[in-house]
């Protein structure tokens, strides 16, 4: 009978799913999967389920969302709603990148990809930077990102 990593000379028949570890039920950590051990366990619950690679997927979406969609957003008519469109845009593409995620990480990288993007085209500067209308393309990429069903 295998023992316990953490216990020696405690039986164990249950192993983690990750490390395959075997632990007893006193080093046993309850997850979505199953029951994991005590460090795998830990490691989930600290990083929050968001991966680095899908913050730089989220990241990298964005921008090119940004990128591409700051042009366009001069051309509609009214310049508050090309601002909110550009916002949502960005932050759907951020959301998609990072694999769905409606995380506050997600909304804030959608935020400043939004304000980058803005930026790096002059879309500001048809209002100029003092005024408080630049920063709806930023917060409504945050709230589209954060929003469950507003936009869906």
Not at 45 to 50: A, D, E, F, P, Y
Not at 63 to 83: D, M, N, T
Not at 93 to 119: D, E, S, Y
Request: charged content about 10%; some cysteine; proline content about 7%.
């Amino acid at each position: 009978m295998p023992e316990c990593a953490w216990h020696p000379g405690v039986e164990a028949n249950v192993s983690c799913p990750e490390c395959g570890r075997y632990m007893c039920p006193k080093d046993m950590v309850v997850s979505p999967v199953g029951y994991k051990c005590k460090e795998c366990g830990r490691a989930k619950i600290t990083k929050g389920g968001v991966k680095p690679r899908q913050l730089a997927l989220g990241a990298a979406y964005g921008l090119v969302a940004a990128v591409v969609a700051a042009p366009l957003a001069r051309f509609v008519p009214f310049f508050f709603l090309g601002l909110l469109l550009y916002g949502g845009v960005v932050g759907e593409a951020t959301r998609r990148g990072g694999g769905g995620h409606r995380t506050w990480h997600f909304a804030a990288i959608a935020a400043v990809c939004a304000l980058a993007g803005a930026l790096s085209v002059g879309l500001y500067l048809q209002v100029g930077l003092l005024s408080l209308l630049p920063l709806v393309g930023p917060v409504a990429a945050a709230v589209y990102v954060t929003s469950a069903s507003w936009f869906a």
